[in-house]
């Protein structure tokens, strides 16, 4: 069975751009969700989707936003990038949305904002 | 809310030597605890979980822990580590009705030869 596949793997971008990067869960997996890892804030969570709906959301600003489609695969994207927006970018898929479904992994998108 | 704490940034511990790498959790409602392990340039790999039951959780590459309600404990333990365990493990909470996990801000290890 293949495993989250997301793209691309790495982005460099100016700040002010916009960019989208997009997650492909495993199959039959439903749930899909987003996390930021950066070496000071650590892996923060920023949403999660279940079924085309956001089921929950992080303390991030509304720059940061996502969707996912009927076929679960999920994008996210940040406007108006900041420096601090640099981070790699995991995306997490699960079969439900009730909190002890295992997630997995994908490899991440590392931005590079500039 | 809930929060965790991962002791340790960072363990040096010698091939074949035994580890712990600690792990506190606050939270006022009930919630399931995890490990996940991230090797370099990749995403995180679950280790093992407690969800309900036996407090003594078996994981994968030889791996286990130990849940303690009382001392809201959830430590990770290998009796013998190798060169291959290099990594950092990030132990993580989530509570029922939530696929959001919140992690701690990991533990290091490093196996010396």
């Known amino acids: 069975k293949a495993g989250v596949t997301q793209t691309p793997r790495y982005l460099i971008k100016t700040r002010g751009q916009q960019v989208t990067l997009s997650c492909s869960p495993i199959?039959?997996?439903?749930?899909v969700s987003w996390y930021q890892q950066t070496p000071g804030q650590g892996l923060q969570f920023l949403f999660e989707?279940?079924?085309?709906?956001?089921?929950n959301k992080g303390n991030f600003p509304g720059r940061f936003s996502g969707r996912q489609f009927s076929n679960s695969r999920s994008e996210m994207n940040v406007s108006t990038l900041e420096l601090g927006d640099s981070a790699l970018y995991l995306c997490?898929?699960?079969?439900?949305?009730?909190?002890?479904?295992?997630?997995?992994f994908g490899p991440g998108t590392r931005l590079t904002v500039l | 809310a809930q929060s965790v704490t991962q002791l340790d940034s960072q363990v040096p511990v010698f091939e074949e030597a035994p580890v712990e790498l600690r792990c506190n959790y606050s939270?006022?409602?009930?919630?399931?605890l995890f490990w996940y392990v991230q090797y370099p340039n990749q995403g995180l790999q679950l280790l093992l979980k407690y969800l309900s039951g036996s407090t003594l959780v078996k994981g994968i590459n030889g791996f286990e822990a130990e849940f303690n309600k009382s001392q809201t404990s959830f430590h990770l333990r290998k009796p013998s580590v190798h060169i291959s365990d290099t990594a950092e493990y990030f132990c993580a909470v989530s509570v029922e009705g939530a696929q959001k996990l919140v992690f701690g801000q990991g533990t290091r290890l490093t196996i010396n030869p």
């Open positions: 939270s006022s409602v009930s919630v399931y």
């Open positions: 199959s039959g997996h439903r749930s």
């Open positions: 997490a898929s699960s079969k439900t949305s009730g909190g002890t479904d295992t997630q997995y």
């Open positions: 989707y279940f079924s085309e709906t956001q089921r």
